[in-house]
């Protein structure tokens, strides 16, 4: 239905008259049909009857209330769909509950569970420092009355109680999933802090950072086979890779009291030490442990020099066995790897003879061609048996284990549990926990605690995608959930929270997520 004036002359004069229609279709047609004639257009805006009208039908429209209204006001606008996600996923982990069993008998002041989970939505949404965090805070909704002193107290609290924390969530996972910890991942980072004195914990060490003049943190991590970060450590800066392991090795046993377990951990953590360890009855746990190749000379020597016949067992991955004395080995081979690095080394080649013929003296210095070279009294020539040698590497890894799993088997768990690793590096929004501007060990330990936690829901949300076939990157997924907007307005002496849409993959990550979204318009009251 419409409103339209219809005109007519008479007498000479022009009229027009007030009418309600509507439209309508007949035999395919579309035709119009006069409902009511209000009257003469003249007559009814001398008498104000228009606007009485119109008033009387607004009462029958919520839409036409709330912009005729003349107390109507937009209070304030807030981010609420990164809340609403990640909030489900904190309190079906458990995380909410535990926190505040933990915090009992505190007199912090403040709800340091909600603080804690405003610091870990922050890893997630808006990486940085506490301060940064403390102005973030107050453009999300639930997060108004959060003051700068919570955020470093709380940071001290996590530090605390990190142990329990940890001990807890591995106990609620077990429960939740129903699953035997058998298989784990071990890995090491460093992060630097803003600080020139050195303390118990902050050191200088080797930074992967390039930042050795800053003091920093070791951090390890134990990831089960689903990517879920089960246990965290921190260790002085200046602890080394096997010293971490065999740290990690033992905490394992001795905090979460599990029996046997499959550790893989990388080339870097790979060391006579941590050999040791496995193999010791203080620690009898089955290992899949990458090996630095060029540096063991028995796999330079045997292992790659042993013939026989390579197993298919994947695309892309080839096996086989070698067992040098009583030590077992599973040397991989992915051949398309293969062929770039013939064709790297190649190219490499072709440039190095270039250079010779020039008398380049150079050539030396340059750690990639310096691999090649013979070098004797008076002359430098390329080293065919170095050739050869380092052809033997061409796209192969080594893999030493005291399992009895079948060589594929090794391989490919191996090679899944590196996927949980490239992940684990990649992981810029949750573990961007660098640099460290706290001036206190035990708030910058809880700063980082808060980026583990983080992890932990990111993992979670990215499972739940996978499983209902949502393809979205994570700064897509972040951004379309940080359009949907709580919206405060009063009106008529009553307070609503409106929603904005759900734009891009906001709905599906919702309905993966299992999380309900709430309704357009809430009233407050």
């Given amino acids: 239905m419409f409103f339209r004036f219809k005109r007519s002359i008479q007498n000479g004069v022009l009229y027009e008259y007030l009418q309600i229609a509507q439209s309508y279709r007949q035999d395919g047609k579309p035709r119009q049909r006069v409902l009511a004639t209000l009257g003469r257009k003249d007559e009814l805006l001398a ?297 790297a080394r190649l190219a490499i080649l072709d440039h190095l003879r270039e250079k010779l013929a020039g008398g380049a003296k150079s050539l030396i210095s340059n750690k990639g061609y310096a691999r090649y070279l013979r070098v004797t009294k008076g002359s430098m020539r390329i080293d065919e048996e170095k050739v050869t040698a380092e052809a033997r590497y061409d796209g192969k890894y080594v893999l030493r284990t005291n399992t009895e799993l079948p060589a594929a088997e090794v391989a490919k768990t191996y090679k899944s549990l590196w996927r949980v690793e490239r992940a684990f590096r990649e992981t810029k929004s949750t573990l961007e926990v660098r640099p460290i501007f706290h001036h206190r060990d035990d708030t910058s330990i809880g700063h980082i605690v808060a980026g583990f936690l983080a992890l932990r829901l990111e993992v979670d949300l990215q499972k739940r995608l996978d499983e209902h076939n949502v393809e979205v990157s994570w700064p897509t997924l972040m951004r379309d959930l940080g359009k949907i907007q709580a919206v405060k307005v009063e009106m008529g002496g009553k307070s609503y929270l409106l929603r904005t849409d759900l734009e891009g993959a906001a709905h599906k990550v919702f309905l993966a997520a299992g999380v309900r979204p709430p309704s357009s318009v809430t009233s407050l009251g």
């Fill in 47 to 343: 008498k104000g009857t228009i606007d009485s009208l119109v008033e009387s039908l607004a009462q029958f429209s919520h839409k036409y209330r709330l912009i005729k209204d003349q107390a109507l006001a937009a209070r304030v606008s807030k981010i609420w769909g990164p809340a609403l996600i990640f909030n489900r996923l904190w309190e079906e982990q458990g995380v909410d509950e535990i926190l505040r069993r933990l915090s009992e008998g505190r007199k912090f002041g403040f709800d340091v569970e909600r603080v804690a989970f405003a610091m870990v939505l922050q890893r997630l949404c808006a990486p940085g420092s506490d301060l940064q965090g403390y102005g973030w805070a107050e453009t999300v909704e639930g997060f108004s009355k959060i003051e700068l002193q919570h955020l470093y107290r709380t940071n001290g609290f996590l530090a605390e109680i990190r142990e329990e924390l940890e001990k807890a969530l591995f106990e609620w996972d077990r429960d939740l999933f129903s699953q035997e910890l058998d298989l784990v991942f071990m890995d090491t980072t460093s992060v630097y802090v803003y600080r020139d004195t050195e303390t118990e914990w902050r050191k200088r060490g080797y930074s992967r950072d390039r930042r050795p003049d800053l003091p920093q943190l070791v951090l390890g991590v134990v990831v089960d086979r689903e990517g879920r970060p089960v246990s965290w450590e921190v260790f002085p800066g200046n602890t080394a890779d096997p010293e971490a392991f065999e740290a990690m090795i033992g905490k394992l046993r001795q905090r979460f009291r599990i029996g046997r377990v499959v550790v893989v951990a990388d080339r870097g953590m790979m060391g006579k030490k941590s050999l040791e360890l496995l193999d010791s009855e203080k620690a009898p746990y089955d290992y899949i442990l990458g090996c630095r190749m060029r540096k063991q000379k028995e796999i330079g020597g045997e292992v790659l020099a042993r013939a026989g016949r390579f197993q298919e067992v994947a695309e892309n991955l080839k096996v086989k066995e070698v067992v040098v004395d009583d030590r077992r080995y599973v040397v991989c081979l992915n051949e398309e790897e293969a062929r770039k690095d013939e064709a």
